[in-house]
T-cell receptor, first 112, second 114 residues
Framework: SQQGEEDPQALSIQEGENATMNCSYK?????LQWYRQNSGRGLVHLIL?????REKHSGRLRVTLDTSKKSSSLLITASRAADTASYFC????????????FGKGTRLSVIA | DTAVSQTPKYLVTQMGNDKSIKCEQN?????MYWYKQDSKKFLKIMFS???????INETVPNRFSPKSPDKAHLNLHINSLELGDSAVYFC?????????????FGPGTRLTVL
């Protein structure tokens, strides 16, 4: 069953604005990861947040995790045209050899 | 370059044919995966191998057969191709250390079945 669900499906903003994408999941997790996919390319890992963490930063990226609400958000500050891509969350469940489950992604367009 | 590589990048073929996609990683990872991404960008895991051993086999038709000759390679063979097999197929690998399953993806193979 699908674990991660991103919201919104698509987001269009002006360069310099902040972009916020949300992800909800269904079961208890070991960690939650965010990936970026440029058009025609493979996914690239951006950031990982563990279930015992609440917030994590990496450059212009800020990720939060609320395990009580089973949700995470990805904030990209001071967006650039080069940030235009699809962003996916992926949840790693706690139990054994269960696969990482990806959401359907948010398509972000940053207009120069 | 250290990376996950796949060949071919594009594959156009007729229904009923058999085709293979190759994947290699030089990252020294123990685990490799195949994913299918459909036209709506939904990414679904198909298989996972750890040290040449199959550990995840999601509900995939048995026309799809993965083969891992060594831990750096995971190939995907597809028999009797169908229209619904058209998609982008991604290979990925992840290190065992830390068990976070952080994925390193290849560039993808766009399969079109006519």
């Amino acid at each position: 069953s699908q674990q991660g669900e991103e919201d919104p499906q698509a987001l269009s903003i002006q360069e310099g604005e902040n972009a916020t994408m949300n992800c909800s999941y269904k079961t208890s997790i070991n960690n939650l990861q965010w990936y970026r996919q440029n058009s025609g390319r493979g996914l690239v890992h951006l950031i990982l947040i563990r279930s015992n963490e609440r917030e994590k930063h990496s450059g212009r990226l800020r990720v939060t995790l609320d395990t009580s609400k089973k949700s995470s958000s990805l904030l990209i500050t001071a967006s650039r045209a080069a940030d235009t891509a699809s962003y996916f969350c992926a949840a790693k469940r706690n139990s054994g050899n269960t696969p990482l489950v990806f959401g359907k992604g948010t398509r972000l367009s940053v207009i120069a | 370059d250290t990376a996950v590589s796949q060949t071919p990048k594009y594959l156009v073929t007729q229904m009923g044919n058999d085709k293979s996609i190759k994947c290699e990683q030089n990252l020294g990872h123990d685990t490799m995966y195949w994913y299918k991404q459909d036209s709506k960008k939904f990414l679904k895991i198909m298989f996972s191998y750890n040290n040449k051993e199959l550990i995840i086999n999601e509900t995939v038709p048995n026309r799809f057969s993965p083969k891992s000759p060594d831990k750096a390679h995971l190939n995907l063979h597809i028999n009797s191709l169908e229209l619904g097999d058209s998609a982008v197929y991604f290979c990925a690998s992840s290190p065992s250390v830390g068990r976070t399953d952080t994925q390193y993806f290849g560039p993808g193979t766009r399969l079109t079945v006519l």
